[in-house]
Nanobody, 124 residues
Framework: QVQLVESGGQLVQAGGSLRLSCAAS????????MGWFRQAPGKEREFVAA????????YYTDSVKARFTISRDNIKNTVYLQMNRLKPEDTAIYYC?????????????????WGRGTQVTVSS
């Protein structure tokens, strides 16, 4: 069992930066691949980024490449999402998720555990 708690979301101006954190409970955090997803108002939840269990491989959706960076600290049981050059269209609730398989995927159905999300609002 893994419990995930996101933090770091807030209101920021376009062009600004935020770092989201996702703290995980459980001794086997290092075995899980981790992902970030987001859901904008009136839209379906979508994949943002994922990182393999060792942190050696990452994967991003095209719209955030070169702006967002996913990373993890397996000692602190935490995964991060550094978001730079934010745009109004990045406004959403951001969720982290854990995949027991350890491999990275954008498929939501592959993730076993989800956090409750943190709100990111980017003003123009």
């Amino acid at each position: 069992q893994v419990q995930l708690v996101e933090s770091g979301g807030q209101l920021v101006q376009a062009g600004g930066s935020l770092r989201l954190s996702c703290a995980a409970s459980g001794r086997t955090f290092g075995d899980y691949a981790m992902g970030w997803f987001r859901q904008a108002p009136g839209k379906e939840r979508e994949f943002v980024a994922a990182i393999a269990w060792r942190g050696t491989r990452t994967y991003y959706t095209d719209s955030v490449k070169a702006r967002f960076t996913i990373s993890r600290d397996n000692i602190k049981n935490t995964v991060y999402l550094q978001m730079n050059r934010l745009k109004p269209e990045d406004t959403a609730i951001y969720y982290c998720a854990a995949d027991r398989s350890g491999g990275i995927t954008e498929e939501q159905s592959q993730y076993d555990y989800w956090g409750r999300g943190t709100q990111v609002t980017v003003s123009s």
